[in-house]
Each structure stands twice: as structure tokens, then as C-alpha cells.
Nanobody, 126 residues
Framework: QVQLVDSGGGSVQAGGSLRLSCTCSQHTLRNYGMGWFRQAPGKEREFVAAITWGSGSGSTRYVDSVKGRFTISRDNAKNTVYLQMTGLKPEDTAVYYC?????????????????WGQGTQVTVSS
């Protein structure tokens, strides 16, 4: 069982920044495609960003609403995947979840991910 731990959420004002982290103590995350999803109250879980498996920087994908503001990256030495969020907007408010896919691709579909973190709350005030 792959247990992901995501962290780094918090409360910021619009225009602020946060960096979310996702790590796993028992498994090497570079073997997995990694993604970030979010779920706002009363809404379905939404894809945010993903990165392919591997030792390099990886290929990435983003939902249009965060392109140019969010960056997903991985530090394999630290076994950690990050989501750097800048220019935050109130509509970014949600619980953010990291996820791992054994397929290794940067997939946008939640059903393609096998393991999930517990979620970290991000609140952006106007």
C-alpha cells in the first residue's frame, strides 16, 4: 500500500502563494505518474496538474485555469512532488489531494490514479 502524505495548505489572500508537498515514506515516487486534484465544497473533484514518472523533470499537464500560475515538479532525491501555486484566486479554494498512478503517465482522469493523499486545505480570501 502506497501511503501519500500531502501538506502545505493554508490560508492566504488573493495574489498570494503556497507550495504543496506530497511524499511517501515506503515507496519511491519517481516510479509513479503523480497528480494533484482539488475539490471545493459542493463540487466534484477536479484535475489540477500532473507529471510523468521518471528521473528527469518529467512531462507535465495542467488544467487551463491554473496554467501560468501553478507548477508541478518532483524532487526525486527528497521523494517529494510539489505544487507551487502563485497568483492564487478565491476560486482556487479547495481541498487539494495528491495522487499516484502506477501507469506512470501524467493522466487527467481521477480513475487512473491508484493511491491518494488525505488532502490539504487551501483557502484564498479576496
Amino acid at each position: 500500500q502506497v501511503q501519500l502524505v500531502d501538506s502545505g495548505g493554508g490560508s492566504v489572500q488573493a495574489g498570494g502563494s503556497l507550495r504543496l508537498s506530497c511524499t511517501c515514506s515506503q515507496h519511491t515516487l519517481r516510479n509513479y505518474g503523480m497528480g494533484w486534484f482539488r475539490q471545493a465544497p459542493g463540487k466534484e473533484r477536479e484535475f489540477v496538474a500532473a507529471i510523468t514518472w521518471g528521473s528527469g523533470s518529467g512531462s507535465t499537464r495542467y488544467v487551463d485555469s491554473v496554467k501560468g500560475r501553478f507548477t508541478i515538479s518532483r524532487d526525486n532525491a527528497k521523494n517529494t512532488v510539489y505544487l507551487q501555486m502563485t497568483g492564487l484566486k478565491p476560486e482556487d479554494t479547495a481541498v487539494y489531494y495528491c495522487a499516484a498512478s502506477i501507469r506512470g503517465f501524467a493522466t487527467v482522469a481521477a480513475k487512473d490514479y491508484d493511491y491518494w493523499g488525505q488532502g490539504t486545505q487551501v483557502t484564498v480570501s479576496s
